[in-house]
C-alpha cells in the first residue's frame, strides 16, 4: 500500500466508539502472541474501516535488505533459510520499514495462500524455487479476512495454523519448503451470514462484539466525522497527524516495554481461577489473558499489571468461549469477573 493509498484511509484516532475493537486491535500489535481478532458484528459498524485505518499507526520494524519475507534481524527464531546464512557471515543490510496490513484476496486458492514450488526449475537445476503467496507477504504484518466465516474451513485452518506455528509448510510432489509466517490475524464477519465452528473460534485469541450506536448523539458525530473525510480526504488526515503520530510512538513504546513487565504470583492465579469459573477448556485463554494483561499496561506506559487490565481485556478472550446450549447465547458475567480478579489484586 502507498503513503497516498495509506493517507487516504479514516484516519484510526478519528473513529467514533468501538472501543473494545480498537483496543483489541492494538494490543494484538503489541503483542501478536495474543493470538489474532475475530470481528463480529452486523454490516456497517466500521469493522473493514477500523482494521485499513490501522496502517497509519503501525509502528516501524527493522528487516533485512532484499528479503522477500522482510525477516526481522531481531526475531532469529523467525528467519528464512537465506537470512540464516546472511546472519551467520555477517553480510547483510538492515532497514526500516513500516509494518502493513495485507488483506487475502477474495476467492484466494491454498497456492495463492501458501505459496507454490516450481517443480520443473527443481528438475532441471536441483534447486528449491519458491513463489511467495499471501502468507509470505504477511510475515511480520497484519493479515486481514473479511468475512470469514464464508471461507472454507480447511483455509481458515491454514491460517490459523500459520499464525500460530509462525512458518508456513509447503510441500508439492515431495519436496517441501517452508518460510517465516508470523503475523497478527484479523478476521470479520456478519452472524446473519453464517457462523464459525466453535473449535475454529477459539483459536482466534480475542473476539469483539460489534454493535451500531444507539445513542443519537454519537451515530451525528459518527456522520459528520465521514462527510467531513469525504470531502477532503488529504486535509481530514492532516488535521489528525499530529494524535495519529503520538499514538504511534505510544505503540511502538509499548512494544518495547511488554518484555519487561513481570507477571507475579497473584496475577497469575487470578487469571487461573478466571479460567477456573468461567469453565474454560484447555489454557490458550489464560495465555491470552496474561499477554493481554501485560499489554494493555504497556499500552498505558506502566510495568505493573493492574486490576482494570484485566478486568477490561479478559472479556474479549472469554465470551467466544463460553459454553452454552444449542439454543441459548452465551451470557457474560462481568461482576463475576470483576469479584475473582479483586479476590488477588
Do not use: W
Not at 104 to 120: W, Y
Request: glycine share 8%.
Amino acid at each position: 500500500m502507498s503513503e497516498k493509498e495509506v493517507n487516504l484511509q479514516f484516519p484510526f484516532v478519528r473513529i467514533v466508539g468501538q472501543e473494545d475493537m480498537k483496543r483489541a486491535l492494538l494490543l494484538n500489535i503489541i503483542d501478536p502472541g495474543i493470538g489474532g481478532v475475530l470481528l463480529r458484528g452486523e454490516k456497517g459498524t466500521a469493522k473493514s474501516t477500523t482494521v485499513r485505518s490501522l496502517t497509519q499507526i503501525l509502528p516501524e520494524v527493522n528487516a533485512i535488505e532484499g528479503c522477500q519475507f522482510h525477516c526481522n534481524p531481531d526475531n532469529q527464531r523467525y528467519l528464512c533459510e537465506d537470512c540464516k546464512k546472511k546472519m551467520e557471515s555477517g553480510k547483510y543490510n538492515v532497514i526500516k520499514r513500516n509494518m502493513q496490513v495485507v488483506e487475502l484476496p477474495l476467492n484466494a486458492t491454498e497456492d495463492r495462500i501458501s505459496g507454490s514450488l516450481d517443480i520443473e526449475h527443481v528438475l532441471r537445476t536441483g534447486e528449491r524455487k519458491y513463489e511467495g503467496g499471501v502468507l509470505a507477504q504477511a510475515n511480520g504484518n497484519l493479515l486481514y479476512v473479511d468475512e470469514v466465516n464464508l471461507l472454507d474451513d480447511h483455509i481458515v485452518d491454514l491460517l490459523l495454523d500459520s499464525a500460530a506455528m509462525g512458518r508456513n509448510f509447503v510441500e508439492r510432489e515431495g519436496i517441501s519448503y517452508s518460510h517465516p509466517a508470523k503475523f497478527v490475524l484479523i478476521g470479520s464477519m456478519n452472524p446473519e451470514e453464517g457462523t464459525l465452528r466453535p473449535q475454529l473460534m477459539d483459536r482466534f485469541g480475542m473476539c469483539v462484539e460489534i454493535k451500531s450506536e444507539r445513542d443519537p448523539q454519537v451515530r451525528v458525530e459518527v456522520i459528520k466525522r465521514r462527510l467531513a473525510f469525504d470531502a477532503d480526504p488529504e486535509g481530514y488526515t492532516e488535521a489528525c497527524k499530529a494524535d495519529t503520530e503520538e499514538l504511534k510512538q505510544r505503540i511502538a513504546r509499548a512494544k518495547e516495554l511488554v518484555g519487561k513487565i513481570d507477571v507475579p504470583d497473584n496475577v497469575l492465579n487470578a487469571i487461573a481461577m478466571v479460567s477456573i469459573g468461567f469453565v474454560m477448556e484447555g489454557h490458550r485463554a489464560d495465555i491470552a489473558m496474561i499477554r493481554a494483561a501485560k499489554a494493555n499496561a504497556a499500552l498505558d506506559g506502566r510495568t505493573k499489571i493492574e486490576f482494570k487490565d484485566i478486568s477490561t481485556t479478559a472479556p474479549l478472550i472469554l465470551r467466544h468461549r463460553l459454553k452454552s446450549g444449542p439454543f441459548e447465547e452465551a451470557n457474560f458475567r462481568q461482576n463475576e469477573l470483576d469479584s475473582i480478579i479483586r479476590g488477588y489484586l
